[in-house]
């Protein structure tokens, strides 16, 4: 004998499985998400680190501005001082040499000469002078050759010149003084 049963037999339907494409999407987009937050985090944690630094730095340059400021100042000031320092050291220099010239004038100056009048332009001497004898002249000149003080001495010739008995002779020479 067959059996046929005619009803129906409620049968468990299996449960349809998740497309795979589906969950791979979800656990994609989870990580996508996760990943966006953290470099977020980060990259927040980052700029705001940077911006730190930056206003450090910007304090650091204005301090360092400050300080170029002072060194330019200081620079200048030495600068100053140099150039004021040179003045005093030229002004001694020019004010020792006048001396000298005159000390060395004196002591190469011979008996029977004298001097009427010198004057000094840059390092050029004019002098012009009164002698008994020519010889007292030219040996005045001479002794200016001979002299480390003084160079190119030329001797512009003399003039005799009487005073009642007395007979001189007049005299110019022009001379330079030797550099250092």
């Known amino acids: 004998m067959i059996r046929v049963n005619l009803l129906q037999v409620k049968r468990k339907k299996k449960p349809k499985a998740v497309p795979v494409f ?3 999407s979800v ?6 998400i996760i990943a ?12 705001a680190s ?9 304090a650091t340059i204005a301090d360092l501005k400050n300080k170029i400021k002072e060194v330019e100042n200081y620079e200048s000031q030495k600068q100053t001082l140099e150039k004021r320092t040179g003045i005093i050291e ?6 020792s040499l006048p001396v ?9 100056l011979p008996n029977g000469v004298w001097l009427q009048s010198m004057s000094i332009t840059g390092n050029e001497i004019k002098i012009s002078g009164t002698g008994f004898t020519n010889e007292d002249v030219v040996n005045y000149e001479k002794n200016l050759r001979k002299s480390p003080l003084f160079t190119d001495v030329t001797l512009h010739g003399t003039q005799k010149s009487a005073a009642g008995k007395v007979v001189t002779y007049q005299f110019n020479i022009t001379c330079k003084v030797k550099a250092g």
């Open 22 to 24: 589906i969950i791979n």
């Open 27 to 32: 656990l994609f987009t989870l990580a996508a």
């Open 36 to 47: 966006s937050g953290y470099l977020f985090y980060y990259f927040s944690s980052q700029i």
């Open 50 to 58: 940077l911006q730190q630094q930056k206003k450090a730095n910007e």
């Open 90 to 95: 030229q002004l001694k220099k020019n004010q």
């Open 100 to 108: 000298k010239i005159l000390s060395e004038m004196g002591n190469v």
